[in-house]
């Protein structure tokens, strides 16, 4: 009988298996591995989220552009009257240009105007550093947008000859 009782407890010592500590050893590495992929995701978002701010600032640019080759009659006045605006901010509409007839120069002033309300809805941080209009000889135009991105203000310009 005695034989017997140690027999069965050599099988016992062959019992195939994970340990705690394996399990968790691969926990811990299964867990890095996660942290790793919601880090890379976060980053992902976080590119993804500037360069949709500087497609928007490139398109309120161009649309900008675009009103001033459509009204360029008034663009050369280089008296900060219509689209010359070193601060769209002091820009004020005295007609609403989408229920009354205006004037070129008062399509103008409501071109700005509705440009930089755009601005500020669509950047952030566009109202505290606003966007500007610069008309130099020849029609030569500057257009130069600031937002906020990840707590840094990025501000781009396009040079454009109309």
């Not at 890379?40 to 080759?69: C, E, K, P, V, W």
């Amino acid at each position: 009988m005695m034989a017997r009782a140690q027999h069965l407890s050599a099988p016992a010592a062959t019992h195939k298996g994970f340990s705690l500590v394996e399990v968790l050893v691969a926990l811990l590495v299964l867990s890095i591995g996660l942290l790793g992929l919601a880090a890379l995701q976060t980053t992902s978002l976080q590119f993804n989220t500037g360069s949709y701010h500087r497609t928007q600032a490139t398109f309120l640019a161009y649309d900008i552009i675009d009103r001033m080759r459509a009204n360029i009659g008034v663009v050369a006045d280089s008296d900060g009257t219509a689209y010359d605006q070193p601060a769209s901010t002091d820009v004020t509409m005295s007609t609403d240009c989408d229920t009354a007839d205006c004037t070129s120069a008062q399509l103008a002033i409501y071109d700005v105007r509705k440009w930089y309300e755009r601005t500020v809805v669509t950047l952030p941080g566009a109202a505290t550093s606003p966007p500007t209009i610069q008309v130099e000889t020849g029609n030569q135009v500057t257009v130069t947008i600031s937002w906020m991105e990840q707590d840094l203000q990025k501000t781009q310009s396009w040079v454009v000859q109309l």
